[in-house]
């Protein structure tokens, strides 16, 4: 996988996912917890991080260094660089359902 590019995983690669793409440039805060999710993390926590400049910064930089596996340097530049296609390739990297409800609630029984 490269970091730059037009491939599927790559950094501009975004355009060959249309529903990412359009998730990311419409609710991103949403897509940035999503792809916590899928790590592990609060989903809510890692949304609401969004709206606090700094400490978005910091998030996204951690979460992009998880999912991508990438230096935490490198992380922090491309998040500041070119954050939307940062939030896109983060999301399809992690393969993050974007249209489903919270993962870990538990369904309840129709008895």
Do not use: W
């Not at 359009?22 to 609401?48: D, M, N, R, W």
């Amino acid at each position: 996988m490269g970091l730059i590019g037009f491939d599927k995983n790559d950094l501009f690669g975004c355009f060959t996912d249309f529903k990412v793409c359009l998730c990311v440039f419409l609710v991103p805060c949403y897509v940035q917890g999503k792809i916590a999710e899928t790590l592990g993390k609060s989903c809510l926590l890692h949304t609401l991080c969004f709206f606090v400049p700094i400490l978005d910064v910091v998030d996204a930089t951690c979460i992009r260094s998880d999912a991508i596996g990438e230096n935490i340097i490198i992380s922090l530049l491309v998040i500041l660089l070119c954050y939307p296609f940062a939030i896109c390739q983060e999301a399809r990297v992690k393969g993050a359902d974007l249209m489903a409800g919270d993962q870990t609630a538990v369904p309840m029984d129709r008895a």
